[in-house]
């Protein structure tokens, strides 16, 4: 195998790495990030359809509520 | 014994005797409890009446128990291998030098730190048939007709062994920690012999960590065999269709809803004896496939 190729290998190796990992870590990191977003949203937005990733507006009162009562 | 000796085992015991008493009250004394009452009729409302092997007997004739061990043994045989597989899989990912390593080391372990309750919450919603995030992206695939998940009887299960792969991070872990320890020389020597890629994983990297892998297999057979919580919260009494009434909810149910002590005991023992042989099993072909350095 001659140097140039070996290194056009390796080149591919990562870019194969980044590529299964990018998708793996989607999957994820979805469920956590909805429980990020519900976590920030009055209860009759938690559920509305279609269901909005950007809670409007953004409540705290979840976390008041489950802290200082 | 001297007298030294003996006084200086005194202090020891009593030094360990906050753990060695609470060892012996709530550990020791319940299993050693839980046997005879497997041997015994107990309402937990009246004294326990011996009876002998009848609590066993009666499980052997009883159709919901070789139903929700039939549901536990499904759910081991898909959770293991593709729980098994996939942590080696991503550890092996993980552990390839490239940028932004401790990003994606960090996204898979961060699952694992949801407690198991917020986890069944998560889960029920994303799961929900009509306004769960999982259709909804399954429809804007082109799937028109979506999988009702836990509400339905052929994927309620397979949903469940889904969720568990989710919480892959802990034994991700483990492999990566093996994994520091493969050492350097192997690879340099396959390197110029001119193994490629998958030859050095197959015949350099899966043997050194053998013993971690065993390590995982017996961790993971344990805990799927004993899987309980999830189910337990997320579909009450195995809805639907008792398709996962886990063998663990029935014990539970025989126990504390049904008021059959006596059963419930002799169902853990029952599950002792299983576990007890699978890990053994595991344990007698390990010698074929697993390698330790040095000996």
Not at chain 1, 16 to 44: G, N, Q, Y
Not at chain 2, 41 to 66: C, I, K, M, S
Not at chain 2, 163 to 189: F, K, R
Not at chain 2, 251 to 260: E, G, Q, R, S
Request: charged share 10%; proline share 7%; hydrophobic share 50%.
């Amino acid at each position: 195998m001659s140097m140039a190729s070996a290194q056009e290998e390796k080149k591919r190796g990562r870019f194969e790495t980044h590529a299964a990992l990018i998708l793996i870590c989607v999957l994820m990191i979805v469920p956590f990030l909805w429980m990020l977003s519900t976590s920030l949203k009055t209860l009759d937005k938690t559920m509305e359809f279609p269901p909005r990733w950007w809670p409007r507006p953004i409540a705290f009162s979840n976390y008041w509520y489950s802290t200082l009562r | 014994m001297s007298k030294i000796e003996r006084r200086n085992l005194i202090k020891g015991l009593a030094f360990i005797s906050p753990w060695l008493i609470g060892f012996c009250a709530f550990t020791l004394l319940p299993v050693i409890l839980s046997f005879y009452f497997s041997l015994c009729d107990y309402t937990l409302l009246q004294p326990p009446v011996l009876r002998g092997l009848e609590n066993y007997r009666d499980l052997a004739h009883d159709p919901v128990f070789w139903g929700s061990l039939q549901v536990t043994m499904r759910f081991a045989l898909l959770a293991l291998p593709l729980g098994m597989i996939l942590a080696l899989a991503l550890s092996l990912l993980l552990n390839v030098k490239i940028w932004g390593q401790s990003i994606y080391r960090t996204i898979i372990f961060l699952p694992s730190l949801v407690p198991a309750v917020a986890l069944a919450m998560i889960w029920l919603w994303l799961y929900n048939p009509k306004l769960g995030l999982i259709n909804l992206g399954l429809r804007h695939l082109g799937i028109s007709d979506p999988p009702g998940w836990l509400a339905d009887p052929h994927w309620s299960l397979p949903a469940l062994v889904i969720m568990s792969l989710w919480g892959v991070g802990n034994t991700v872990i483990i492999y990566l920690a093996g994994l520091q320890d493969v050492p350097l020389e192997l690879y340099e020597a396959a390197d110029l012999d001119g193994a490629g890629r998958f030859a050095k994983i197959f015949h350099v990297t899966l043997p050194s960590i053998s013993p971690v892998i065993f390590f995982n297999l017996i961790i993971a057979l344990i805990g799927t065999v004993q899987q309980f919580t999830l189910p337990f919260i997320m579909t009450p009494n195995g809805q639907p269709a008792r398709a996962t009434y886990f063998y663990t909810m029935y014990l539970y149910d025989n126990a504390f809803t049904y008021l059959k002590m006596g059963q419930g005991s002799a169902m853990a023992w029952i599950q002792l004896l299983i576990i007890l042989t699978l890990t053994g099993i595991a344990f007698w072909t390990s010698k074929r496939w697993v390698y330790y350095q040095g000996k």
